[in-house]
């Protein structure tokens, strides 16, 4: 029973994690109106397998990954501040397509990978798991290996249920987009992921107290 709750949390957790709109949840309505609720929910589940990875890293207590990651925090946060610009340009660019294109293998692949590896450059997101771990009494020396697994496969579901309910949900709204709609929906798509990446850029430049 013990396992199960702790997996049920996770699932909680990982859907508070991943609800909150930000440039991936903007990335994945864009892409599932574009080029089809397949690729919108490829792109959901490189976000999911990344909040696994750092929930991961939370709930096996392994500090010196996250020691190591966090001390090179402003090297990644550069590399996703630069992704997000370019995505954001690319995305209010972009010219709208008269027809979905055929879903493939490669991709599915890009899709899933390029978000994987953007939200894998903000390693503060392991502080944000570790906080709600203690809020939920989730943070025990006495766990033992089968609720920590759990624990991660918990959130990797909930933020997976999370990312296939909006790539899919949007798509309801795809036969009252005409083409000129859009072109409006990618700029104003783009010019926020790139209004994301400009903020994560300009962070940097700001001197810790």
């Known amino acids: 029973m013990t396992v199960w709750m702790t997996a049920i949390k996770g699932m909680g957790l990982g859907l508070a994690i991943a609800a909150p709109v930000g440039p991936i949840g903007l990335l994945c309505i864009r892409r599932s109106l574009a ?3 397949w690729i919108g929910l490829a792109t959901g589940l490189g976000a999911a397998t990344a909040d696994g990875f750092y929930g991961g890293i939370a709930g ?3 500090t010196a990954v996250s020691d190591r990651l ?3 925090a402003w090297a990644l946060q550069l590399l996703g501040g630069l992704f997000l610009v370019y ?3 690319n995305t209010a660019r972009s010219t709208p397509a008269t027809a979905a294109a055929p879903v493939t293998s490669r991709g599915l692949i890009g899709a899933y990978g390029s978000t994987f590896l953007l939200t894998l450059t903000n390693p503060a997101t392991i502080l944000s798991f570790v906080a709600m771990f ?3 009494g989730l943070v025990s020396a006495e766990r033992g290996p089968w ?3 759990a624990l991660v496969l918990g959130v990797f579901l909930g933020s997976a249920l999370w990312w296939l309910c909006l790539s899919w ?3 309801f709204f795809s036969p009252y987009l005409t083409p000129a709609r859009m072109i409006w929906l990618n700029r104003l798509a783009g010019a926020a992921i790139f209004s994301f990446g400009g903020v994560a850029l300009g962070a940097l430049l700001i001197p810790s107290p």
């Open 35 to 37: 080029q089809g609720r």
């Open 60 to 62: 096996f207590g392994l």
């Open 70 to 72: 966090m001390a090179q």
């Open 87 to 89: 995505l954001g340009w």
């Open 134 to 136: 203690a809020g939920l």
């Open 147 to 149: 609720e920590a697994q």
């Open 169 to 171: 949900g949007v798509t």
